[in-house]
């Protein structure tokens, strides 16, 4: 398992390194000054070649690579070019915003996803399962924005339930949980149907072998044999999945972000995209590539400790 | 009787936590006490030399003073703020009194003449390199005559100096001795204020929270609390006022009609005549732009009002030029109108009377998509064929910058909007021939319009610098480059819990908002 464990860790930093270099590779491509961009249209053209210096881009990309992954290597991921304010300490501002998001909606989806996926393989055939089933494709198949606005129409505008807009009070766990539950319903549909499937999938494959068939046959109740048995081995793949989740939902919160206006990283990169922030978009690249990442090892490292068989794929 | 199971504590948990009584969902203005407003983006930067934008303006308001401010109504004009007496004296000699019992925060003592001297002064500092240092270009120096007074004195005449610098956020004081301590230039974080309400928190994508100040001595204003909340999304903000989470926000045009025919539960709507501009604009080192008899035919081709029912929903009235309504300048009417016949002529003359292939770059904005949709079918209609190009704000606003790339090069037709401050000279500037490949991306260069913009700058008869500005709205129509498209209109969306005070523009100042 420490082999395992270690080669595994080796290759994740390697996957956020390449990340890097592929992030600054395409920065060098986008169109645009972001000179002209962020300082508008009363800069001097002193000012703009002093900004270009302070942002580094009157050097080779190359050396702008070399630059960033030394200062990364200190913990300085450099200075938000707007605000002069540490583009580590606004990241870090951003991020519990972001990851409370994709912990709820993860977090919900798993809590109902899964459960569903086992009841549909336990009654495979059903009425019951077939109705799992359509909810489930149908909850994929809703596009997440249009749950977000007409969540917002209904739950906040409508019944006024919820809250439109924010993150709730700092200091206000009530209300932040509050403000959550639109977005998180918006990010998590989609999965609970997905982890629906997935399980059902799993199960049933499981449900079908040997040592199952053995446990049945000594009598031991199907409510054990299900939960004991069954879903410790058709989980596996889901863990792997819900590890993926983590960094598509880090994706998916940009949109939850902007349409319920509440602060985080994804919405931080994409302004900082949209003004050619650069200093900002890397540091915050980096810090969800890096999570992202740590998210995959860990599921990966859950699998294996599940099922030592995983350890002899890498 | 066991007490309650585990499945009956969750099943109260939840019905509290969707409980709608347990948590409020009012504004919090309808207890009086706090205003809750929406800006379009967060706070970069409050220094009054280097702020970014309207975000930065409507809190500096706030939390500085200035000598004068704008009035709000319909009509631009300016009363007096930090100063007791404001008078010019000369054309170049404007002298100031400031009222008494002004004082800065964090010690920093009384708001004093030298304080509006550092304050005027460091604006035109080469060594600073202020971004706003234009509105302030025509300053020589300010004297202090006492702790309370003293003279702004100028180069030369320079009129916009009332509508522009003394005004809005280049004519904001700061403490000289604060802001010296922290290096001569601040962020975020003011060394020292004085206005009305003092920034108390800044949470970045959250809020900015202003708090009334104790110390004011004036008029109180009626909020104790000010949250100004950062929500880019029109629509999202829309929302949000129906919902009754916010008090005031900016609507988009497209939402006007719905909102004017049917308004919010609880909420009122005002319509404000922008002072923007937004105009199309032609490339005349492009071929085949290059040719008098093209751009002229693409003015004449193109139905301004069919192009602003696309993008505007009929909200907005069609321009006459760049000079908003209400200014000194503004024009009357077109020299040019729509005809579609003249049009195909004059291409006929230019040897393209089998039309041509053409872009048109905008930025991807709604309102500029539909109007490049509408110009696009326009243009069809006399053989002219466009692809719009979209772009990203990071991509267009350095499309016709030379110093950017070769993407000037490319430019063919471009629609464009420019923001605008209640003086001509704002929306000149950037039309001059030393603009060219800077701002002036159609390159249209004409000797007298850029005379007559320094001319009408330091021009103290209002009726001659009227004329000079119609003008020069003249040249850059008969120079085929553009075709003026609207000013557009501001959808302001309130609660009905408040009063808004409002520029004409619909900008607002949050300190003079009530409760209605």
Known sequence: ?314 | MSGLSRRQILAAMAAAGFSPAFYSRAALSADGKTLKVRSYADIQNLDPAFRKGAPEDDIMRNIFVGLADMTPGDVWKWKLDAASRLEQTDPTHIEFTLMDGLVWTDGHGAVTADDVKFSFERMIDPKLDAVYKGDWEALDHVEVKDEKSGTIVLKAPFPPLWNVGLVFGSGRIVSRKAVEAVGGKFDTKPPAQCGRYLLKEWQPKQRVVLARNPDWKGEAPQFDEIHVIPIEDEKTAELALEAGDIDYTWIAPSSIPRFKQTPPKGGKIAVKPSLAYVWLGMNVEAPPFDKLEVRRAVQQAIDVPSVLDAAYFGAAEPATGIIAPGLIGHREKNIYGYNPDAARELLNKAGLASGFECTIDILNKTEQVSAAQAVQANLSEVGITATIQQHDSGTFWSLGDQKSGDAWKKIQIIINRFSMQPDPSFATDWFTPEQIGVWNWERWNSPEFGELNKQAKVEQDEKKRNDMYVRMQDLMEEGGAYVFLTHGVTGIGYSDTITPALLPHGGPIFHAFKSA
């Open chain 1, 1 to 314: 398992m420490l082999t395992y464990t270690l080669k595994r860790a080796g290759l994740a930093v390697i996957i956020t390194a390449i990340s890097l270099m592929l992030l600054i590779s395409m920065i060098q491509l986008i169109p645009g000054d972001p000179a002209a961009v962020l300082l508008g249209p009363l800069a001097s053209p002193e000012m703009r070649e002093m900004f270009r210096q302070q942002m580094g881009l009157d050097q080779p990309a190359v050396i702008q690579i070399v630059r960033f992954f030394g200062r990364v290597l200190t913990g300085d991921l450099g200075t938000d070019v707007l605000t002069n304010r540490s583009v580590l300490v606004t990241v870090m501002e951003q991020l519990p915003f972001t990851l409370a998001l994709v912990a709820a909606s993860i977090g919900w989806s798993a809590l109902l996803g899964i459960p569903l996926g086992c009841f549909a393989a336990i009654y495979r055939g059903s009425l019951a399962d077939r109705i799992v089933g359509i909810l489930s494709v149908s909850s994929i198949a809703l596009p997440a924005f249009v749950v977000a606005v007409y969540g917002l129409l209904l739950f906040s505008v409508r019944l006024g339930w919820f809250p439109t807009i924010g993150a709730g009070d700092s200091g206000a766990p009530l209300d932040q949980l509050h403000h959550l539950v639109l977005p998180s319903l918006a990010v998590g549909l989609g999965w609970v149907g997905y982890l629906a499937r997935m399980v059902r999938a799993s199960m049933l494959e499981v449900l079908t072998e040997n040592h199952i068939r053995m446990a049945r046959a000594f009598g031991l109740p199907e409510r054990t044999i299900t939960y004991r048995y069954a879903l410790k081995i058709a989980i596996i793949p889901t863990v792997v999945v819900l590890g993926m989740g983590v960094g598509n939902m880090i994706s998916s919160a940009v949109f939850a972000e902007i349409v319920f206006a509440r602060p985080g990283v994804g919405k931080l990169i994409f302004d900082a995209i949209s003004t050619r922030n650069y200093p900002v978009v890397m540091g915050a690249v980096m810090i969800t590539t890096g999570f992202y990442v740590l998210c995959t090892l860990a599921a990966d490292l859950i699998a294996a400790g599940l099922d030592p068989r995983v350890r002899s794929t890498l």
